[in-house]
């Protein structure tokens, strides 16, 4: 608990002397001191230096629990002993093999018992690979060139997809990707009409691709009946539904957002809780579109239509050991129903409180995530759940866009022991309820300090 006359800031680095060190440091080898956009942090990140269950621990011997939870890749949590075990065992047996091995076809059959639509995975190093991957099997097996996806929606960092991936979405240059790949990328709104619109109009889509917890790991809801209507009209249209389930894969349900809304599309991407807290990705789908990395006899055949693939990381030993650990826990266990109690418990704690303290903003998301933004009036606002508040996308999308009181928000949490991922909580199944309630105590600490600070007015 912060007991001082300190401002949010200046407690943050009084805590934190040696973090400012070693990010004077990284800052001279490493663009902003950082090695993911969302690291970079004013006036600096903390350093981590170890990590277990729902916690961290950072160079300052400051205790946090920890909401990023590797970025949503850690739902049993750090160090969850079965992944731990089943990895220790293979790092003395080599962390590459250079070949096949058994783990790769024992990782590959549990993901094609948990996803409905897969009958084939082809792995991969990370979740944007996949999606470049799923794309280029897109193209080929339609013979089109484009790609339809929606605003705000991200699937990695690659050149077809980083379009329009947060507002102003009417924005159609990306630094570093040449005009015309980017054109080749079209963006709607989540709308069914648009989506129909544009496939109507343009014949070369070849696939959709889309976030079905909605833009933002379900920051941005999709209407209600969305996948339903997108999966009639891609199919009518001969287009491919490509769900990103990189973030819904074994956290919506055992078998993802397609288990749970009952919706098969025709490709899925894999990667986070896949690896089981190591990296990996994987594309998933029916023979008939997998088949396309397949090799046959006919060389000259094969150079006309196979997709060719390589990666001298796919399926590495250490994390298809993860990786298996891991899915043999979700199918037991059902880890993500464990969490999206905890993050419901959440969600409604921070909207009841903000209730009681007459500040504006609201907590909302899906499953096991929490997202929070403060300083918007939400018409829709109860004591409750919301997935959907009354505001738009963009508000939605951005947290509120009033940066600088998400950012305070963020160091003010830190400050409290607790730490948010870009303003969100993504719970694990190891996090507990005194972990709930500790961080909804912290947070009404941080609003009445944010509020000393004249960054928080009463509604
Ligand atoms: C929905 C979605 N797709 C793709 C990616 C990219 O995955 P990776 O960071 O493993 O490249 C992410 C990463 O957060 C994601 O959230």
Redesign the pocket.
């Known amino acids: 608990m912060v007991t001082t006359t300190r401002t949010i800031i200046e407690e943050y680095t009084h805590r934190r002397p040696r973090s400012a060190e070693l990010h004077a440091r990284a800052a001279r080898v490493l663009p902003n001191g950082v090695t993911h956009d969302k690291r970079w942090l004013r006036p600096y990140p903390a350093y981590i230096t170890e990590a277990h269950g729902g916690y961290k621990r950072d160079v300052d011997g400051n205790e946090l629990i920890d909401f990023v939870m590797g970025?949503?890749a850690l739902l049993l949590g750090h160090g969850h002993p079965a992944v731990t075990e089943a990895v220790a065992r293979q790092v003395p047996l080599g962390s590459h093999l250079g070949g096949s091995h058994e783990l790769e076809i024992e990782w590959a059959e549990a993901v094609a018992r948990l996803m409905p639509s897969v009958e084939k995975v082809r792995f991969t190093?990370?979740?944007?690979?996949?999606?470049q991957m799923a794309i280029r099997l897109a193209r080929a097996h339609t013979g089109r060139p484009k790609l339809l996806k929606l605003h705000g929606?991200?699937?990695?960092?690659h050149d077809a997809?980083t379009k329009t991936q947060a507002p102003p979405y009417d924005r159609q240059s990306v630094p570093g990707v040449p005009k015309p790949v980017s054109d080749q990328t079209l963006s709607v709104s989540a709308d069914v009409g648009a989506v129909e619109d544009a496939l109507r109009r343009d014949p070369e889509i070849a696939a959709l691709i889309l976030?079905p917890?909605g833009a933002?790991?379900a920051a941005v809801p999709l209407p209600e009946g969305f996948l339903a209507a997108v999966r009639e009209l891609t199919s009518r249209y001969g287009a491919l539904l490509i769900f990103?389930?990189?973030?819904?894969g074994f956290r919506w349900a055992p078998g993802g957002a397609q288990e749970r809304y009952g919706i098969h599309p025709d490709l899925t991407?894999l990667?986070?809780i896949l690896a089981g807290g190591l990296?990996g990705?994987a594309v998933a789908g029916p023979n008939v579109v997998m088949d396309l990395l397949e090799h046959t006899e006919d060389a000259a055949r094969d150079a006309d239509r196979r997709v060719v693939h390589q990666g001298t990381f796919n399926a590495n030993p250490l994390s298809a050991a993860a990786g298996v650990a891991c899915l043999r826990v979700v199918a037991d266990e059902a880890p993500g129903a464990i969490a999206q109690v905890l993050a419901l418990r959440l969600r409604i704690g921070i909207n009841e409180r903000l209730e009681r303290l007459n500040v504006s903003g609201c907590a909302w998301g899906d499953s096991s995530i929490c997202h929070v933004l403060l300083g918007v009036a939400v018409g829709n606002r109860t004591a409750g759940d919301l997935l959907r508040p009354d505001l738009p996308p963009e508000i939605l999308k951005t947290k509120g866009s009033n940066r600088r009181l998400a950012w305070l928000l963020g160091l003010a949490m830190a400050n409290e022991g607790v730490d948010l991922f870009a303003g969100s909580a993504i719970v694990s199944a190891v996090h507990t309820e005194q972990d709930i309630d500790h961080t909804l105590d912290a947070f009404e600490r941080c609003i009445h300090r944010l509020q000393a600070e004249g960054e928080v007015a009463e509604r």
């Open positions: 970025h949503g190093s990370s979740g944007t690979e996949a999606t929606h991200f699937h990695g960092w997809v976030e917890s933002g790991y990103d389930e990189v973030v819904t991407t990667a986070k990296s990705g």
